[in-house]
Each structure stands twice: as C-alpha cells, then as structure tokens.
C-alpha cells in the first residue's frame, strides 16, 4: 500500500473527493437516466468545494445528493441497476478520501496507520453492498414486504447499538 505524504498524495486524496460524488451520479447513465448538466455541474462545484474544505458541510450536502438523485433519478426498478454498487464504491471513497485530508493541511502526512484503518472501515462499509442490492432485487415487486421493512429497522438499530458499543471510550479509572 502506498503511503499519503503531505502535497501531491493529500491534492490526490481532495481530487478523489472532487470527482467521485460526480462520477456516482454520472453512473445512472447505464440505467438510462444521466443526470442533467443542471444538477451535475453544481453538484461537481459543491464536491470540489468539499475537496478544498474536507470537514465542511458540504460533504453533507454532496452526499445526499448523490443518493437523493439515486432514490428519485432511475424510475421504478432501475435504482437497483448493479451499477448502484460501483455508485456506493464512489461515495464511500469520496467519504474516506475527505476523512484523511481533513487530518490536516495539504502539506501535512497522513500516517500509514490511518490509512490503513480506513481503508479497512471502507471495505467493511462496502462488503455487504453487493448481498443488499441482491436482497431488494428479491424483494422487488413483493407485494408485502412490510415485514422486510420492520426487520431493516430493526437490523439497523442493531448494528447502530453495536456500534456505539465498539467505539465506546475506556473507563478511566476513578
């Protein structure tokens, strides 16, 4: 694995937060709904915005509109086009590639270690991604899928109380 060094490695970082919020949007194209230069040249101008500022709101605002245009822009079934899984890749390497320039300035070093901690966190993120696409691909058309909907919320709040279970801090001692 290379090593982020201050400079050209954390600019390549922000690029990556530039352009892959863009690129996920620009993936609905397959589906047969390209997003217009209406909606995606803004969205490029607020992701640079959030590549030149990586702990900004804006990385908010990027994000949820990448995932807004993904539940409103592909009508009906062609949401779980397999392309939404390369779509979850950018976003999750545009959400990581933020976390690590925003370590510092742009002539800091971003050290191995945090690297490859995140790295990791990304793969787990997007370990599941494939099984969830193929899961609601099942369940598409189901007219009953209110118990579907109760076990996600369930699911979710799961693995939110795990969570918060494994990043608790340590008890200091009194």
Do not use: K, N
């Amino acid at each position: 694995m290379m090593v982020v060094r201050g400079g050209r490695w954390v600019w390549l970082l922000r690029a990556v937060v530039a352009v892959a919020p863009v690129l996920a949007v620009l993936l609905t194209a397959p589906v047969g709904t390209a997003p217009s230069p209406w909606f995606a040249v803004p969205l490029g101008a607020l992701a640079v915005s959030w590549a030149v500022f990586p702990e900004s709101v804006a990385g908010i605002v990027v994000l949820a509109l990448s995932v807004g245009w993904w539940a409103v822009g592909p009508p009906g079934d062609d949401a779980l086009h397999p392309a939404a899984v390369g779509a979850a890749a950018c976003l999750v390497a545009a959400h990581v590639a933020a976390v690590l320039a925003s370590y510092g300035p742009a002539q800091a070093r971003v050290p191995r270690r945090l690297q490859e901690l995140w790295l990791r966190r990304a793969l787990l993120v997007l370990l599941p991604v494939p099984a969830l696409l193929a899961a609601a691909r099942l369940l598409r058309g189901d007219v009953d899928v209110a118990g579907a909907w109760i076990a996600g919320l369930l699911g979710v709040l799961l693995a939110t109380a795990l969570c918060l279970l494994a990043v608790r801090p340590a008890e200091e001692p009194s």
